[in-house]
């Protein structure tokens, strides 16, 4: 029974247009969440192609296998400079990955977010809420992985967040 909830876990998930929730698996299924979560991390450990974001479970690879271009882009703002960041880049059709930043004691510290389009951000900003953001670790230095299919974009972002006065570029 389980082997075969975990492989319709990974059929849902795959055919899937948008990120599902753990909730929506669990109601789909007709288990607990407790047990999708428990899933997840078994399918995760096996090398299945699945991220958990904060919209969701969803493939790490795009759909329908595009070509794809993806980079680490590095920068410093404060909290009130998100929203223009992660804007920028997504206005530009680049997917934001994740953000890093480096901490003394834990090493690289690595929060999913998958966010596509300025709906993703506004979403990503009403969940932050009151937290604080990974970069206040970092006195506002992080990381961010993007990704995209169109080439010259990943560019493109990384001339946006220099006119946002944000990029941190090296010697070059």
């Given amino acids: 029974m389980s082997s075969s909830r975990r492989q319709r876990i990974l059929d849902l998930i795959a055919r899937a247009e948008h990120p599902i929730t753990g909730t929506e698996l669990a109601t789909t299924l007709g288990v607990s969440r407790q047990i999708v979560v428990q899933d997840m991390a078994i399918l995760r450990a096996a090398g ?7 919209r ?11 070509a794809t271009y993806r980079e680490v882009l590095a920068v410093q703002h404060p909290r009130e400079m998100i929203e223009a960041e992660l804007n920028a880049l997504v206005d530009l059709g680049l997917r934001v990955i994740d953000v ?14 998958m966010l596509e389009s300025r709906a993703d951000v506004k979403t990503f900003l009403g969940r932050l809420g009151d937290a604080e953001p990974l970069s206040v670790l970092t006195r506002g230095v992080h990381l961010h992985t993007v990704e995209t299919s169109r080439p010259g974009a990943i560019e493109e972002g990384r001339q946006a967040l220099r006119q946002l006065g944000i990029l941190l570029e090296g010697p070059g």
């Fill in 100 to 113: 890093i930043v480096e901490h003394p004691v834990y090493g690289e510290l690595r929060g999913a977010l």
């Fill in 56 to 66: 969701g479970y969803l493939r790490a690879t795009p759909r329908g296998g595009r």
């Fill in 48 to 54: 299945a192609d699945i991220i958990a974001t904060p």
